[in-house]
């Protein structure tokens, strides 16, 4: 790598440019208060690439967004040059803020990027676009467990023209984040369609919505056996008579997920779809097709089977 022309001399303690870019990654990273300064400072820098990433496709932005570091991410955004793309797993700085419940970078990014997508190269899209093609969800109320960032909730609510989604999570910080992306994609939803967050605790019946959802979405919502007890509880509770549960979850690997599946086949619920996901469902995601760095971020897609369920309460 070439060292720095005179052009750069003014930037102390660096001997190639590569080494400044690699700085301006970790100071991103940490965002500690000397490293807001010494990324002001290399930014503004003519040498300096804003966008330069790491072996990964990451970017600056994509670190401070990822960390939570919002002077770093108001430095970078200050840059003109300063982009918004996907690293080589197809996550963007908006996937990465929005999954860990970074509000306010989320509206930073919203407010210097236009017309963002929070749908964009989500795996979850495929499942909610199916369902939503066979009008699974017309003109009913539908209730996600598990919402994290609303992703097939939003789905459902801009492709299936329900009457109403309900997203649900536990915590504050996440049900803020939820609420942001749902707002975020307001105009999307058709002219009837409601959604909404919602906080519900499994395990406490008064935090339960007053009326039962005709179907209810969630993916990979068991991971321990201590799990399955809660889960059968909430769906039962929130469901209606007649009402349809659809979940995705791989077939083993996760603790208390044979228990759930056997305890819903015999407890008096049929199961109507019970498909297991190939064809367009494990393809590489990434937009690069490295197949190598596929199997680095998504090696269960090549080592477990998945599995689509469509559960009916009896």
């Not at 990451?58 to 960390?67: D, E, Q, V």
């Amino acid at each position: 790598m070439a060292s720095f022309t005179s052009k750069a001399e003014n930037i102390q303690g660096f001997a190639t440019i590569e080494e400044a870019h690699n700085e301006m990654l970790e100071c991103a990273r940490y965002g500690d208060p000397e490293d807001i300064g010494t990324l002001r400072s290399l930014v503004s820098h003519s040498s300096i690439d804003v966008n330069y990433s790491d072996s990964g496709g990451s970017t600056a932005l994509h670190k401070a967004c990822a960390n939570g570091k919002k002077d770093a991410v108001a430095v970078l955004l200050s840059h003109p040059g300063c982009s918004h793309t996907a690293n080589a797993a197809g996550n963007t700085p908006l996937h990465w803020a929005s999954s860990n419940g970074e509000v306010e970078i989320v509206k930073m990014l919203v407010d210097r990027f236009k017309d963002l997508d929070v749908l964009a190269k989500n795996s979850f899209g495929k499942w909610i676009a199916k369902l939503c093609s066979e009008g699974q969800f017309e003109g009913s109320s539908v209730l996600e467990l598990g919402g994290g960032c609303g992703v097939p909730g939003i789905a459902c609510g801009v492709y299936g023209n329900p009457l109403s989604v309900q997203i649900t999570d536990l915590t504050t910080a996440t049900l803020s984040n939820l609420q942001f992306n749902i707002d975020l994609n307001r105009g999307d939803y058709g002219g009837r369609t409601r959604v909404e967050s919602f906080r519900l605790d499994w395990a406490d019946e008064a935090t339960y919505p007053e009326g039962k959802a005709d179907s209810i979405i969630g993916a990979d919502l068991v991971y321990t056996d201590d799990i399955v007890p809660l889960l059968l509880k909430v769906l039962d509770g929130v469901l209606a008579k007649g009402g349809s549960f659809f979940y995705c979850a791989p077939d083993d690997g996760r603790a208390g997920l044979k228990t759930f599946i056997e305890a819903l086949r015999g407890g008096g619920w049929e199961v109507r779809r019970e498909v297991k996901a190939e064809g367009e469902y494990l393809e590489n995601p990434l937009e690069s097709k490295d197949d190598e760095m596929c199997f680095l971020c998504f090696n269960e897609l090549g080592e477990k089977r998945f599995m689509f369920y469509e559960f009916v309460k009896r």
